[in-house]
C-alpha cells in the first residue's frame, strides 16, 4: 500500500539530507503534482483515488516533472529545484514499495521512462513471436534494437488507455551458411496501457512491426 502522506514525509527527509529544507505541506503538494494534479486539494477531491493506496495495481508510474516545476513557482520556490524534488519524489516512493512481491516501478520524468523503454524494447524483442517469425525468414538471428525515437500523447491528461510507440533500427546476427535475406532494418514496438490513476500504467499489449532492407550493405569481404 502507497499512503501519499508516508511519501511525503520520505521525500523530505531525503530533501533535508540533500540540504534543501521543504515544509512538509509544501512537500505534500509537490507529491501531489508529481502525480497529475495541480494541487493536494485537487488530488483528495478525486473519488476514484484512495489517498491510503495510492496505484494499487501499477506496474509503472511515470512522474510529471514540468508539473512539479510549476508548483514550486506556485509555491515561491525555485523551478530549478524540480529535478531533485521529482527524483527524491521518486526514491520515496521506491521506499514505500520496498519489500513488496512485484513493486511498482517508478519513474522521475518521461525522459527516465525513455530510458526504461529503451532496454525494455530490446528484452522484449527476443521474446516476441512477431519478431521471432519476421527472422524465421532471415539468414540472421535477433541481436540488436537500437531505439532512438518515442511517440506519445500527455500521459496525465489522456483518459483510460495510454500509447506509446517506439521506433528505431534493428540489426541481426549473419548465418553465414544460409543465402544472404535481410539482417537489418526498421522496427516499431507500440506499447499499449491501462491507467492507473493520472500517471500510473498497466501494460495491456505490446506489438511489434519489423521489416528488412533486402539490399542492407553488409560491407564484408565479398
Not at 527524491?88 to 514499495?97: L, N, W
Not at 520524468?109 to 524483442?125: L, R
Not at 528505431?168 to 535481410?182: F, I, N, V
Not at 491507467?195 to 564484408?220: I, P, Q
Request: aromatic letters at 10%.
Amino acid at each position: 500500500m502507497i499512503k501519499i502522506s508516508t511519501v511525503a514525509f520520505q521525500a523530505r527527509n531525503l530533501l533535508r539530507a540533500s540540504g534543501m529544507q521543504i515544509p512538509h505541506a509544501h512537500v505534500m503538494e509537490l507529491v501531489a503534482s508529481s502525480i497529475g494534479y495541480g494541487t493536494y486539494a485537487a488530488l483528495k477531491l478525486d473519488s476514484s483515488v484512495d489517498m491510503e493506496d495510492l496505484f494499487p495495481e501499477a506496474e509503472h508510474v511515470v512522474q510529471q516533472v514540468n508539473a512539479v516545476k510549476q508548483r514550486l513557482r506556485d509555491l515561491g520556490q525555485s523551478g530549478q529545484m524540480a529535478n531533485p524534488v521529482s527524483l527524491a519524489i521518486r526514491d520515496a516512493f521506491a521506499q514505500v514499495v520496498q519489500g513488496q512481491e512485484e513493486p511498482c516501478r517508478f519513474h522521475a520524468s518521461m525522459e527516465d521512462f525513455q530510458d526504461f523503454i529503451f532496454q525494455d524494447v530490446q528484452n522484449e524483442a527476443f521474446g516476441d513471436s512477431n519478431v521471432a517469425d519476421a527472422y524465421a525468414e532471415t539468414n540472421a538471428y535477433i541481436d540488436e534494437f537500437y531505439t532512438d525515437g518515442y511517440e506519445f500523447e500527455s500521459l496525465a491528461k489522456s483518459e483510460e488507455e495510454w500509447t506509446l510507440e517506439a521506433s528505431g533500427t534493428h540489426t541481426g546476427e549473419l548465418d553465414d551458411d544460409r543465402p544472404y535475406s535481410g539482417h537489418a532494418g526498421n522496427f516499431t514496438a507500440t506499447y499499449t496501457f491501462r491507467k492507473d490513476g493520472r500517471c500510473g500504467l498497466v501494460l495491456m499489449d505490446l506489438e511489434f512491426r519489423v521489416d528488412f532492407d533486402r539490399s542492407y550493405d553488409r560491407d564484408d569481404d565479398e
